[in-house]
């Protein structure tokens, strides 16, 4: 049985968090397991599947499991059709014909195409996960949202369709994801037959997210030997060159408790990354005494307060850069800009945070102002050479952020009760840390430095994830393919629990 299959939301990074999504990234349990992958795996391997043309499939990295397992069907003697027994899941392989997908809302399950009989019909369809009855009630959720009766599925009907499954869906998912249906469509709808379609694409695992958009008046067959040439949405990239949104609030704790990951060198190019980044460490360690005496607030926060004057050029250089390459190409970036700059900016909110604990002297301002111009010089130069060299070389810089962060933290679980450094733990967080990562009115400083720690992991996995990508490659962070595969599959997963659920009702 499929009734205690259920949807899990996580994040991207890593330990159990997907989608830096992201982003989100969903995960699939049955029965209380798990199949959840590191996020700096499952981003590598959607990347890689990313062709220059950025036609790859990536619908697989964001949901690690079928929905359901197989079912067996057992046919009466009394009838043509197949009939369920009581201890089936929904799953089979039907080939239908897609104008019988018309009738079969009103003939319900006793007018059923049997699949014997279907295969001679020429439009055929291949369904590889949706049962007739699943589809039955799928096509009658989907008509009682059709409000013109035009046989299509518009962003204002997938709205009220996916508020019909709130169970399934948030009120902020199903305004993000009617929007970005809206404008991955161009303001068209979707044929309700197509949408079963890419429904039965989805639930099977079939690559859906790889195609570019559907040419005008396409009707052809979607599912050729089990791909499609298009998404079979028609659907596109373009709403992510503008549509982008990331939050660092709400961390669970899972999200909190990062893993110190570490990316072995394998080229010439990674090798001298690492080499550089510990020499750097060195010196700067070195010349703040960092590993000299005891760990204190002030020592603390002149190091936190430096490094993110720093930690903010890279993902500004890179937005730039790919900024000015797209309008001189003329060509689509593909959304990864925006992610860079959400990352720069997320790296200044750090700095915001720690100069409301401590403000810096004149002669530290200057050190900020020289380091700012040596190293924005020298990281402009070395992108515009090299821009997988200097994301590799930003990623081992996070994995020593990380590092960092919780030296600090460990530092202050040992603290002495009484001590400077056990009593700040526990102050209270600044107003704008609590308003940017959610902490709460009670968050303490202690919750921001877990919070830090865990948006430096998310950097250092995407940073190594893209390196050496090539430079169409779609924003990781938000595909509109890769969030509306995900809707379709949460959506037939509803489905086919509830009709789980009447079978068990009614034996």
């Known amino acids: 049985m499929i009734i205690g299959t259920t949807l899990r939301q996580g994040r991207f990074l890593v330990s159990k968090r997907p989608a830096i999504l992201i982003g989100s990234v969903n995960s699939i349990s049955s029965s209380g397991s798990s199949a959840t992958e590191s996020f700096s795996t499952a981003l590598l391997r959607c990347i890689q599947q990313q062709g220059r043309s950025s036609s790859a499939a990536m619908s697989n990295v964001l949901v690690t499991n ?32 897609t104008p019988a997908l018309q009738s079969e809302a009103a003939n319900a399950a006793a007018h059923e195409v049997d699949s014997l009989d279907a295969e001679t019909t020429r439009t055929r369809t291949l369904y590889q996960a949706l049962s007739p009855s699943i589809r039955s009630a799928i096509i009658t959720d989907l008509r009682s949202v059709d409000a013109d009766n035009n046989g299509k599925i518009d962003a204002e009907e997938l709205r ?18 009617s929007e970005l249906f809206y404008t991955s469509l161009g303001a068209c709808g979707v044929d309700i037959n197509r949408f079963v379609e890419a429904l039965d694409a989805a639930a099977s695992d079939r690559g859906t997210s790889g195609g570019g958009e559907t040419s005008e008046g396409e009707i052809s067959p979607l599912a ?40 072995s ?53 890179a937005a730039i850069i790919r900024h000015f390459r797209s309008l001189r190409n003329m060509a689509r970036d593909g959304g990864m800009l925006n992610m860079f700059l959400e990352e720069a900016n997320n790296e200044r909110m750090h700095l915001l945070t720690f100069i409301r604990m401590k403000e810096p002297g004149y002669l530290f301002r200057a050190a900020v102002i020289g380091a700012q111009f040596g190293f924005g010089s020298f990281f402009l130069t070395a992108y515009m050479i090299n821009p997988t060299w200097c994301h590799r070389f930003i990623g081992y810089i996070e994995e020593e952020a990380c590092h960092t962060y919780t030296k600090i933290l460990d530092e202050m679980d040992k603290a002495p ?42 950097h250092r996995d995407v940073n190594h994830a893209v390196s050496g990508v090539p430079d169409d490659t779609i924003n990781p962070l938000y595909d509109p393919r890769v969030k509306l595969d995900r809707m379709l599959k949460t959506y037939v997963n509803d489905i086919m629990e509830k009709e789980a659920s009447k079978q068990v009702g009614v034996v």
């Open 66 to 97: 079928n929905l359901t397992t197989n079912a067996s069907y057992r046919r009466t003697a009394a009838s043509s059709r197949y009939q369920p027994s009581i201890t089936q899941t929904i799953h089979h392989s039907y080939h239908t014909s």
């Open 160 to 177: 009220v369709l996916l508020g019909k499954h709130n169970d399934a869906f948030t009120e902020s998912e199903i305004l993000e994801l």
């Open 224 to 263: 050729v030997k089990g791909k499609f040439k298009t998404h079979p949405l028609g659907i596109g990239t373009c709403a992510s060159e503008y549509m982008y949104t990331k939050t660092h609030g709400g961390y669970s704790e899972d999200d909190l408790n990062i893993e110190l990951t570490h990316v």
């Open 265 to 317: 060198p394998v080229s010439f190019s990674d090798k001298t990354a690492l080499f550089a980044v510990r020499c750097v460490r060195l010196v700067f360690d070195t010349a703040t005494l960092w590993n000299v005496g005891s760990v204190t607030k002030d020592k603390i926060l002149n190091r936190a307060i430096f490094l993110e004057t720093i930690a903010a050029i890279p993902g500004m250089v």
């Open 417 to 458: 009760a009484g001590s400077e450094l056990a009593q700040w733990k526990i102050d209270g967080a600044p107003k704008i840390a609590k308003g940017y990562w959610h902490l709460g009115e009670h968050g303490t400083i202690y919750d921001v430095m877990r919070a830090i720690r865990a948006d430096e992991a998310e």
